[in-house]
T-cell receptor, first 113, second 111 residues
């Protein structure tokens, strides 16, 4: 059973471009969480999704950020018109049941030039 | 605001010594978890302690929880070079369906 997969592992974008980060949960997991980690800091919750539904997006910036978890395929975190402050590691976690039992992916490191 | 705060922010010890990290939080919780993150990698779950538990062991790890002080400690005994990593506590506040992480403790084990 493969773990949580994230791709790309590293992503470089210029200011104003779009970034798409993908997360494939573990088999049988229908809960997905996205976190952002700035250098030397802990993870900050962004959004919690179940299949086709956003459950909690209280940690998402109001503009430029969106997330989806379609019925088929990976969860996508989309950042439009990236700025330098978006540079961070973005982690996805999946769970079979909910927030208590989360398995983390290796992360996508986004660098905005 | 951040729920968990780890102390110290950085800790450097000799191999074989014990390492103790502390975590404080602000609101009532259901559970507290500890994670390890090696440099440039994802998080690995270490141990979960429920709010009605006071102490838990897993191999060389010992976690305590004091809900009256809203604090937890992670003890790693007989440390090894491979224990070098950042350690984070994460809490789930009552009624909240998400984890809130602390800033982490960067642990360095010197050979």
């Amino acid at each position: 059973n493969a773990g949580v997969m994230q791709n790309p592992r590293h992503l470089v974008r210029r200011r104003g471009q779009e970034a798409r980060l993908r997360c494939s949960p573990m088999k049988g997991h229908s809960h997905v969480y996205w976190y952002r980690q700035l250098p030397e800091e802990g993870l900050k919750f962004m959004v919690y999704l179940q299949k086709e539904n956003i459950i909690d997006e209280s940690g998402m910036p109001k503009e430029r950020f969106s997330a989806e978890f379609p019925k088929e395929g990976p969860s996508i975190l989309r950042i439009q018109q990236v700025v330098r402050g978006d540079s961070a590691a973005y982690f996805c976690a999946s769970s079979p049941m909910g927030w208590m039992d989360q398995y983390f992916g290796p992360g996508t490191r986004l660098l905005v030039l | 605001s951040q729920q968990g705060e780890e102390d110290p922010q950085a800790l450097s010890i000799q191999e074989g010594e014990n390492a103790t990290m502390n975590c404080s939080y602000k609101t009532s919780i259901n559970n507290l978890q500890w994670y390890r993150q090696n440099s440039g990698r994802g998080l690995v779950h270490l141990i979960l302690i429920r709010s009605n538990e006071r102490e838990k062991h897993s191999g060389r790890l010992r976690v305590t929880l004091d809900t009256s002080k809203k604090s937890s400690s992670l003890l790693i005994t007989a440390s090894r070079a491979a224990d070098t990593a950042s350690y984070f506590c994460a809490t789930d506040a009552l009624g909240a369906q998400k984890l809130v992480f602390g800033q982490g403790t960067r642990l360095t084990i010197n050979p």
